[in-house]
């Protein structure tokens, strides 16, 4: 089997995820107690309302698992959230000390890379948005996985037709995610792009500002920013 390359970038954000192994394979066992919670909530709620409508009568035993497994996910989930918040800050805090070190290290010569107002938008603003990756999509790739799984070798012995149902349109769901995911990255890079592009326009006119008020020049500086 031909084993998938990863690209430059997949490669160093798994570089910056293996920071914090232990944390995200704690967040993974969490997201397994989900998955089973879930599964167990829902066969409560369908005992449940099917012995309402069929037998006029309610059991007990079927609220008190799905209470119980709904207690269980909350908490789960809860504590994947805060493991997931404390790996992705852990992760950012090294990045950009890394960063600041190697621009300082480099003194002058940084400007070859970009303009301080474009380095210091990469060191603060970039390394800051890492955070939606770190702390929703790595701990979810692995959810969105084992859940729907789970769910399907749950709903087979039940109904076959149901089964077949959500096998045929799990694909679809897995399709409309990547393309929204492809347009929210695309929209993210020209929104980066702008971003950088009024950081370096705001600190060269910051830094001359006082030869501007010289030749008179604030107005038509101000216009064009």
């Known amino acids: ?67 119980a497994a709904f207690l269980i996910k909350s908490f789960a989930q809860y504590w994947r959230e805060q493991l997931s918040a404390a790996a992705s800050r852990a992760i950012r805090f090294s990045l950009r000390q890394r960063m600041i070190a190697h621009l300082t290290q480099l003194g002058p010569r940084r400007l070859a890379i970009d303009e301080d107002g474009g380095l210091s938008t990469r060191v603060y603003e970039q390394v800051d948005a890492l955070d939606d990756y770190f702390t929703r999509y790595v701990p979810q790739v692995f959810l969105v996985t084992f859940v729907p799984l789970t769910i399907l070798v749950a709903v087979a012995p039940v109904s076959w037709v149901a089964f077949g149902i959500f096998l045929l349109t799990a694909p679809l769901v897995i399709f409309f995610m990547i393309l929204v995911g492809h347009k929210a990255a695309q929209a993210n890079r020209r929104q980066f792009s702008v971003l950088q592009m009024l950081s370096n326009q705001f600190l060269d006119l910051n830094q001359g500002l006082g030869e501007l008020k010289r030749l008179g020049q604030t107005k038509k500086a101000r216009e064009r920013l």
């Open 1 to 67: 089997m031909k084993k998938r390359i990863k690209t430059p970038e997949q490669q160093f954000l798994s570089a910056l995820q293996n920071e914090e192994r232990s944390r995200y394979q704690a967040v993974k066992w969490l997201g397994v107690l989900i998955a089973f919670a879930l599964v167990a909530q829902a066969v409560g709620l369908a005992k449940i309302f099917s012995d309402l409508v069929l037998e006029g009568s309610f059991p007990l035993a079927a609220a008190g698992l799905s209470g």
